[in-house]
């Protein structure tokens, strides 16, 4: 449950991040935030707790109840707008490369990747998102100081420094839940985001 991702707004309804499943029932439960259902009316813990699991739901089960896991959380006191630029980090490589070795193009927990630098610090090769890329352990052991051409491992894709909504789409370049769509796609983000005029 803990790959179950939840997209986090701001009170103006834009997209500032991403929580697993845990973080985000941490979030509501406290009252920081309120859970979307798919017609985005907002509950708070408790009336979010009594809505019934539907067929393909994420839930999480507790010992008396079985509860579905939000697709979308509105912060309540949050009201700054989102960084469009993104983080490098360890956590955004994964999500970029779909938590995906790029050498020998297999899916794997977090705790069994790494990340492999293209052309090693050995090489001059600089720790950047044009240079790095996720990689299972027996890859990145199997490659070691060389280059993708030198070991004869090449790349599945040539890494880039992403966009903020690229982070959020699936390996397939699309929004994992429909939900989603009308915050993380741009051109929905802007007819749902647009100021009405009188």
Not at 76 to 105: G, I, L
Not at 132 to 154: D, F, L, Q, W, Y
Not at 156 to 184: M, N, Q, T
Request: glycine share 6%; charged share 25%; hydrophobic share 40%.
């Amino acid at each position: 449950m803990t790959n179950v991702r939840v997209l986090v707004l701001n009170k103006a309804f834009l997209p500032v991040g991403v929580a697993n499943a845990e973080r985000a029932f941490g979030l509501l439960y406290s009252g920081a935030a309120k859970a979307l259902d798919d017609q985005y009316q907002a509950f708070d813990y408790e009336s979010w707790a009594e809505l019934a699991a539907k067929e393909g739901d994420d839930v999480v089960r507790t010992v008396d109840k079985v509860l579905r896991v939000p697709r979308i959380l509105v912060l309540q006191a949050f009201d700054k707008f989102p960084k469009r630029v993104v983080r490098f980090s360890r956590q955004n490589v994964y999500m970029r490369d779909a938590f995906t070795c790029q050498y020998c193009q297999k899916v794997f927990p977090r705790h069994k990747l790494n990340l492999d630098h293209v052309l090693p610090l050995s090489q001059g090769g600089r720790t950047s998102w044009e240079n790095i890329v996720c990689s299972c352990i027996g890859c990145n052991t199997k490659k070691g100081g060389r280059t993708p051409g030198e070991a004869h491992m090449p790349l599945l894709a040539k890494p880039i420094k992403p966009k903020w909504h690229d982070l959020h789409r699936g390996k397939s370049g699309s929004v994992p839940y429909s939900e989603w769509l009308p915050f993380v796609d741009t051109k929905s983000a802007a007819y749902w985001n647009t100021e009405l005029k009188d």
